[in-house]
Each structure stands twice: as structure tokens, then as C-alpha cells.
């Protein structure tokens, strides 16, 4: 699960906002992630699996890491400006990938069995620099936003994969 970190400053001379990931990453001896001895990928589990913040002009924010894989591996861990951590691995979801590409084109979560999340792709949202130019696991970036939450939308970040190699859901 991502750290997630909401950072202001300045680059290349342009005042910048947004939010930063980072992840620590515990992996046998040897691996090397998406790569080699990478449990996750290397046994084709997972259909997608993102890290998203959304941060709200109103100074409110949610953030969460939610994975859809096969058997039981699947998992939402959600927070939001009170503090509360939600987690739950009761959580299906479905990705569409674009014709002919790893990326998707859009992705749903249900999570709990009533909330429902949809992904909505950047217009750059596809990272292939990220895995060396073929994206295996398809690094993307966009918004994850709950159906029916009409809050706007100050920044956000979006950033996860779907594994077309995988199928478009749970045990399919």
C-alpha cells in the first residue's frame, strides 16, 4: 500500500500542487517487481490495482489503494480527512481495455457489495516509459471518483495498472 503525500512547490520555476505515491516494496531475494519473483504479477493474480487520492476545493479528501485479483486476492483500504482507515477484502471489480491495447479504457469497483467507484483515464494516461516501453502491467494514471459524489475536484492523483495477460475480472 502506497504512502500518499499532498506536496506544493516550485519546478522548472512554475509553482506545482498535487500528490505523490511512494511505495516500499518487500520482494524475495533476486526479484525484481513486474519483472522477476514477483508474486503479484508472475502468477498472473491481478486485474487491476491503483493508488488514488482525490483532494476537494471544499478541503476535504479521500485516498485508498484497491486491488481485483483472482481467488481471494482482492482488497480496498480507504481513508479520508477524519483520520478513519476503512479496509475490506470484500471487493470485485471489472476493467475494459481500449481495442487493441493493455491500457484500459475504463474500470469499476464495488466495494462492500454497495459502493461503487469508476475509473475515468487521463488524456496522457499511458506511463509505457514506466515499464520500459510494453507495458505488461499497463502503468496508468486517472481519477477514481464514487458514484454519485459531485464534490469538485482541486487535485487528485490516480496512478495503478490493469493486466489485460489476466482477464477483465475476478476468476475470468
Given amino acids: 500500500v502506497s504512502q500518499v503525500y499532498n506536496v506544493a512547490g516550485v519546478c522548472q520555476g512554475r509553482p506545482v500542487k498535487g500528490c505523490l505515491a511512494v511505495d516500499q516494496i518487500y520482494m ?4 525484481a517487481i513486474h519483472h522477476k519473483k514477483d508474486l503479484i504479477v508472475n502468477n498472473n493474480m491481478h486485474v487491476l490495482w491503483w493508488t ?11 485516498l485508498g489503494s484497491i486491488m481485483v485479483g483472482h481467488d481471494n486476492l482482492g482488497y480496498a483500504i480507504l481513508t479520508d480527512e477524519s483520520g478513519k482507515v476503512r479496509s475490506t477484502t470484500k471487493i470485485e471489480g471489472e476493467v475494459i481495455h481500449k481495442p487493441g491495447s493493455y491500457f484500459a479504457e475504463s474500470a469499476k469497483v ?3 457489495g454497495n459502493e461503487e467507484w469508476v ?14 516501453g510494453f507495458p505488461i502491467t499497463a502503468q496508468q494514471c486517472g481519477q477514481w471518483r464514487r458514484v454519485g459524489d459531485t464534490r469538485e475536484l482541486d487535485h487528485w492523483l490516480g496512478w495503478g495498472e490493469s493486466d489485460r495477460r489476466n482477464g477483465t475480472a475476478r476468476n475470468v
Fill in 28 to 31: 524475495a531475494e533476486g526479484g
Fill in 119 to 132: 475509473f475515468y483515464p487521463d488524456k496522457k494516461d499511458e506511463m509505457t516509459d514506466f515499464v520500459g
Fill in 110 to 112: 464495488i466495494i462492500d
Fill in 52 to 62: 488514488f487520492a482525490n483532494i476537494y476545493k471544499d478541503g476535504s479528501y479521500e
